[in-house]
């Protein structure tokens, strides 16, 4: 796969691969999301669609599913969600249990744009996966996802062993605005003396409100994220802009100690790249046992297109290798 014009100015290291997924992104004709309300944003082409076009066009093949899904409604506060389970079709019950937040600046994107995601942590780790769905802005402001998020985590607690799972081997995976609720429901459990995960994978976590950090100035017009589209997100996800210094959205902020071992995995092409960083080092002042990935040549979103970004493979790799360890799930179902 080459891409079909130089690297874009605003990414000149882009790696190749990673390039043809943007060209893709770009030639499924999305309008810019900062000039759009929530609802026509939530149907514009997704990086996943360009994935998914590229390995058409390229004669990819998709290879056989080695965990199963089903979707289930579970009680949160305020009604229901949606989460998704996925289990591995072979090993032995029960099995470790990653609680698997998405991304989308907690306004679009869900549990499908994710999925590939979801699918390779149950493989690669051996492990129940349950992808959460939670509410959005602006129909549900702040703190709504993180409550909901903290409301499904607890219900994986309590239903683990229902769902052939192991209630001491749960680890939490996050990715972007969902690295911010995998960090705060360990906060949360933390502060309200409820079980810990034993472990966190924060995939380019949202962790500060500083729109001029040295990432932002550099990559304010880089895709598939952007400042005018973080600015975008802020304004629908919390109630005014003052709402972004809060610990809950900006992590660097907050009371860090006693967290579980966590992994950071960064994008270099990437606004959030300086916080991912900036929140490792605040762990580790935490006393937190904290690692820090970067991943060279990337844009946000890299983490699931595996299927066609070396880079994204290496990162899930190493995401599942610290989580078999951490969960105690050292045999891989995909061997």
């Known amino acids: 796969m080459n891409p079909k014009s130089s690297p874009p100015e605003w990414g000149t290291s882009i790696k190749p691969e990673m390039q043809v997924v943007i060209e893709k992104l770009v030639s499924l004709g999305g309008k810019p999301i900062e000039t759009l309300d929530a609802t026509a944003a939530r149907q514009q082409p997704t990086p996943t669609d360009a994935v998914v076009a590229i390995m058409k066009e390229h004669n990819i093949a998709t290879p056989p599913a080695l965990c199963e899904m089903m979707d289930q409604q579970i009680p949160v506060t305020g009604g229901t969600t949606q989460i998704r389970i996925y289990t591995p079709k072979k090993g032995e019950a029960p099995f470790p249990v990653i609680v698997h937040y998405h991304g989308g600046g907690f306004v679009i994107a869900d549990i499908d744009v994710y999925s590939a995601s979801s699918q390779a942590l149950c493989e690669q780790v051996g492990a129940i996966v349950v992808s959460v769905e939670y509410p959005k802005g602006p129909e549900h402001k702040f703190p709504a996802a993180h409550?909901?998020?903290?409301?499904?985590?607890?219900?994986?607690?309590?239903?683990?062993?229902?769902?052939?799972?192991?209630?001491?081997?749960?680890?939490?995976?996050?990715?972007?605005?969902?690295?911010?609720?995998?960090?705060?429901?360990?906060?949360?459990?933390?502060?309200?003396?409820?079980?810990?995960?034993?472990?966190?994978?924060?995939?380019?976590?949202?962790?500060?409100?500083?729109?001029?950090?040295?990432?932002?100035?550099?990559?304010?017009?880089?895709?598939?994220?952007?400042?005018?589209?973080?600015?975008?997100?802020?304004?629908?996800?919390?109630?005014?802009?003052?709402?972004?210094?809060?610990?809950?959205?900006?992590?660097?902020?907050?009371?860090?100690?006693?967290?579980?071992?966590?992994?950071?995995?960064?994008?270099?092409?990437?606004?959030?790249?300086?916080?991912?960083?900036?929140?490792?080092?605040?762990?580790?002042?935490?006393?937190?046992?904290?690692?820090y990935e970067l991943y060279k040549g990337v844009t946000h979103e890299f983490f699931g297109m595996a299927a066609v970004v070396p880079q994204a493979k290496e990162a899930q790799a190493l995401a599942a290798k610290r989580l078999r360890v951490a969960l105690g799930a050292h045999k891989t179902i995909n061997v």
């Open 147 to 291: 409550t909901v998020s903290f409301d499904a985590y607890q219900w994986v607690l309590k239903n683990a062993a229902a769902m052939q799972g192991d209630a001491t081997k749960i680890a939490l995976v996050g990715e972007s605005a969902g690295g911010n609720l995998a960090a705060n429901v360990s906060l949360m459990a933390r502060d309200k003396a409820i079980q810990m995960p034993v472990y966190q994978v924060l995939v380019y976590p949202l962790a500060n409100n500083d729109l001029k950090s040295e990432s932002y100035v550099k990559y304010a017009a880089a895709k598939p994220l952007n400042k005018p589209m973080m600015e975008w997100f802020v304004k629908n996800a919390l109630t005014s802009a003052a709402e972004a210094a809060d610990p809950r959205i900006s992590l660097v902020k907050a009371n860090l100690k006693g967290l579980p071992k966590t992994l950071i995995i960064g994008a270099e092409i990437d606004p959030l790249q300086t916080e991912g960083k900036l929140l490792h080092d605040q762990l580790k002042a935490a006393n937190v046992d904290s690692a």
